[in-house]
Nanobody, 128 residues
Framework: QVQLEESGGGSVQAGGSLRLSCAVS????????MGWFRQAPGLEREGVAS????????YYADSVKGRFTISQDNAKKMVYLQMNSLKPEDTAMYYC?????????????????????WGQGTQVTVSS
């Protein structure tokens, strides 16, 4: 089992930055892949970024490439999402997710149904 707890959300003006953190209480087998997802009201949950904790491979949604960076600190059991140049359309609840798979395609890595473990979310609001 894995427990995930997100933090770092808040309100920021367009162009600003936020860093989200995900604290992971994990067995190394349950969280080989970690992902950040977001969900705005009335919309489906969408993948933002994912990372393979065993090797550092990363995938990003096209909408955030060049602006967001996913990273990890295995010693601290933390996963981060650095978000720069934020836009109003980035406003959403952001969730951390974990999955035990060794291999996943770049497409599936950003699909919510791929991940069995989820945090409660942290709200990000970007004003224009």
């Amino acid at each position: 089992q894995v427990q995930l707890e997100e933090s770092g959300g808040g309100s920021v003006q367009a162009g600003g930055s936020l860093r989200l953190s995900c604290a992971v209480s994990r067995s190394p087998y349950s969280s080989r892949w970690m992902g950040w997802f977001r969900q705005a009201p009335g919309l489906e949950r969408e993948g933002v970024a994912s990372i393979y904790t065993g090797g550092g491979s990363t995938y990003y949604a096209d909408s955030v490439k060049g602006r967001f960076t996913i990273s990890q600190d295995n010693a601290k059991k933390m996963v981060y999402l650095q978000m720069n140049s934020l836009k109003p359309e980035d406003t959403a609840m952001y969730y951390c997710a974990a999955g035990p798979f060794l291999y996943i395609s770049s497409r599936a890595a950003l699909v919510a149904s791929s991940y069995p473990y989820w945090g409660q979310g942290t709200q990000v609001t970007v004003s224009s």
